[in-house]
């Protein structure tokens, strides 16, 4: 028995007209004519001295020697696949450090993480929630995803993601408390993931809303707080169009109106310049990027007809969601605390 084995390209053709279905289709993805095909095909059969496929009709069909060929081929060709990815990709293993602001890590990253395990695991995490900028500059530390305004001396960063700011409730509060203008956020708490205010400032501000008596509020130290007070019915949050998303998505949280603003600072990936050039760090940070443009959502929509306890709007109820008004440029002024 001769142990030499076809021509490459002509094994190349019938796999992929064997796999397509049709000559044409293979041309396609093998980037060459028609014919070329044809060609190499019958150039296999001959050196096979078999006939692979029933040209008969309009789809190419395999006949029985070409069906026990095409199964040993596609493992051949995949396993070359599959070794050569394992060749290009970086080493992946050791330990990895990374901070992150606290509500993107617990609301974004975490309940992806299995992915990038699944992944690559050899790597060992170790997650800090942070937006603590002097910690970029930490041996301690690899990679840090930060909110602000990306102007790290001395580091690499790149713009991870820009966002919007939104009121976000519970729905069981707004069941029994329910937002049918801006005027009824007087009656209820809100909820400040920084500490002095500014972000529901101009939230108020771009719904014409800037005087309305705010007799409840509640300061936290990070979005994340905020967020997890707004789940509990505790008040009213500012969400953003990046941690919020799943939780609305989830109908754990509802947007009572249809104004959001742009937050004035955006999430950041950043390191060291001596640590960007690790195949570890590349390999997270491609991932991040990655799966923030698989995982992209619409800007959240208003749900407040959803607060009328499951009800069609009646005429009576008056409700009118907030708009921008027409011609206004919204400005946002800075915030550190998204976080």
Request: charged share 20%.
């Amino acid at each position: 028995m001769s142990n030499r084995l076809p021509p490459l390209n002509p094994l190349r053709a019938f796999e992929a007209a064997a796999r397509r279905g049709s000559v044409s289709a293979a041309a396609r993805e093998l980037n060459v004519t028609h014919g070329a095909i044809s060609h190499q095909i019958r150039t296999l059969e001959v050196s096979l001295d078999a006939v692979l496929f029933d040209r008969s009709g309009k789809r190419l069909k395999l006949t029985s020697q070409g069906a026990l060929l095409l199964p040993a081929v596609s493992e051949a060709f995949g396993g070359i696949a599959a070794a050569t990815a394992l060749m290009k990709r970086p080493a992946t293993s050791g330990s990895l450090t990374i901070t992150c602001v606290p509500a993107l890590l617990s609301f974004w990253i975490i309940p992806r993480l299995d992915r990038f395990i699944d992944q690559y695991p050899e790597v060992k995490l170790s997650l800090v929630a942070s937006n603590d900028q002097a910690q970029l500059y930490s041996r301690d530390v690899d990679v840090s995803i930060l909110y602000g305004d990306g102007n790290w001396p001395d580091c690499w960063t790149r713009l991870w993601s820009n966002l919007r700011l939104f009121p976000v409730a519970s729905p069981t509060l707004l069941n029994s408390r329910p937002l049918r203008s801006v005027r009824d956020l007087s009656d209820h708490t809100l909820l400040h993931g920084d500490q002095d205010g500014r972000e529901w400032n101009t939230w108020f501000a771009a719904a014409d809303a800037a005087d309305l008596t705010r007799s409840r509020q509640l300061y936290m130290s990070d979005a994340r707080l905020s967020t997890e007070a707004a789940l509990h019915g505790q008040g009213i949050a500012l969400g953003d169009s990046i941690t919020a998303a799943s939780l609305i998505t989830r109908g754990e949280l509802v947007v009572p109106f249809d104004l959001s603003v742009p937050a004035n600072d955006a999430f950041y990936v950043a390191c060291r310049q001596e640590v960007r050039a690790a195949p570890i760090v590349r390999v997270f940070i491609d991932w991040l990027f990655a799966t923030l443009e698989d995982d992209s959502l619409p800007e959240p929509q208003t749900s407040a007809r959803m607060l009328l306890r499951g009800r069609a709007p009646r005429a009576d109820d008056n409700f009118q969601p907030v708009s921008a008004p027409r011609g206004r440029t919204v400005t946002t002024q800075k915030r550190k605390a998204r976080a």
